[in-house]
């Protein structure tokens, strides 16, 4: 069973303060929008699927004690909500993708009384989580016939259990691999400066009993020299129509590699991760996050006082480095220099 990171609990949204983990396993109960808000911009809860999922969560919390009469201002303050939602955190596009969904919804039933709207969306929300759970067994299923048994995966970051409802992108198809029977070994980055490998990937992988080995960052080219790896498989916060992908920085770095290495290099991700209103990869927006988590490390400052620092929280990999975009929908190959996602076959849902 994967552990729970999201669930909608009484009324509250129940999530796991990932910065504790692996130290201590601790559950924070957000009864507001703004608690939630501040959860997603400091990574108490983090990955592309989850942040769709509490933001939609985020919707229902902002707009439940709402006292509005009619459907206008009703939707002023729901707008205002989505507008603080979309300020926590600018890459992962599901969170976009799940705020036009709820802001749909509701104008879809605008008709209805205020109250039975509020319970709409909380249907909605609920309705996002199941999805992403379905998302994640087909994309576990779709991916696991690439591995073969005995191979050795390197990831980067965490796309498992943590970052969705469920048990990953990257790490579902790992542990759809072992449920068929194949052994499979995985070689994770520790992902600075956040560590979410080191942190997360680790601690959740050892619980599932996958053999796992950590390595820093700047190891992963030797590791790839030395044989080790047969492939790279990492999940993604925003994929462009022409399939550059914008995932945790330093997986450009990693694909890069892999194929000076000649290792497949993989993305897995739900298809709400990818934008289609966006030609290239270039125009995601990358996340720029504060100085103190390059200057500080392991409880202490660690860098000089005065000294500037730049901290671009994920990079953007061009499609030309993909071997393949595995979604629910299937293993999207590279045409060219080109990932084609086919517009009219896949829009409908
Ligand atoms: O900054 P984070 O921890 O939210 O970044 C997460 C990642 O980059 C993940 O690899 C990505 O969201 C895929 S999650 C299935």
């Known amino acids: 069973m994967p552990i729970k990171t999201i669930e909608w609990i009484e009324g509250k949204v129940k999530i796991i303060d990932q910065t504790k983990l692996p130290?201590?396993?601790?559950?924070?109960?957000?009864k507001d929008v703004e608690t939630l808000?501040?959860?997603?911009?400091?990574l108490k809860i983090r990955g592309a699927p989850a942040l769709g999922i509490a933001a939609a969560f985020g919707v229902v919390l902002g707009i439940k004690d709402s006292s509005a009469q009619d459907h206008l201002s009703f939707q002023k303050e729901m707008e205002k909500v989505i507008d603080g939602l979309a300020r926590s955190r600018p890459t992962a596009v599901n969170l976009f993708w799940s705020l036009r969904r709820m802001r749909d919804c509701a104008e879809k039933n605008k008709d209805k009384e205020i109250k039975e709207i509020k319970a709409i969306l909380e249907k909605e929300a609920l309705q996002i989580i199941k999805e992403d759970k379905r998302c994640n067994r087909q994309i576990g299923e779709n991916g696991a016939s690439l591995i073969e048994d005995g191979e050795t995966i390197l990831t980067h970051c965490n796309a498992g259990a943590l970052?969705?409802?469920d048990y990953g992108t990257a790490l579902g198809i790992i542990y759809r691999a072992k449920e068929k029977g194949k052994k499979v070994k995985v070689y994770i980055d520790e992902t600075r400066p956040l560590l979410q490998g080191a942190r997360?990937?680790?601690w959740e992988l050892l619980r599932?009993?996958?053999?796992?080995?950590?390595?820093c960052d700047n190891m992963a080219g030797q590791v790839m020299q030395e044989g080790k790896i047969d492939k790279v498989l990492v999940g993604a916060d925003r994929v462009a129509a022409n399939g550059d992908v914008a995932n945790k920085i330093g997986t450009y770095m990693l694909a890069v590699l892999a194929k000076e290495n000649g290792i497949p290099f993989y993305v897995a991700c739900p298809f709400s991760s990818i934008d289609l209103s966006l030609s290239s990869?270039?125009?995601i927006p990358i996340e720029q996050r504060n100085s103190s988590e390059i200057t500080n490390g392991w409880g202490k400052r660690i860098a000089p006082q005065g000294i500037k620092t730049y901290n671009p929280a994920f990079d953007v990999t061009p499609a030309r480095y993909i071997k393949g975009i595995i979604t629910e929908k299937g293993i999207h190959e590279k045409k060219g220099d080109v990932i084609i996602f086919e517009k009219e076959k896949y829009l409908q849902r």
């Not at 808000?37 to 400091?42: M, T, V």
């Open 23 to 30: 130290q201590k396993l601790e559950y924070i109960y957000c």
């Open 37 to 42: 808000r501040e959860a997603i911009s400091s």
């Open 163 to 165: 970052a969705t409802a």
């Open 200 to 202: 997360l990937t680790a």
């Open 208 to 215: 599932e009993g996958i053999e796992v080995v950590l390595i």
């Open 281 to 283: 990869g270039k125009a």
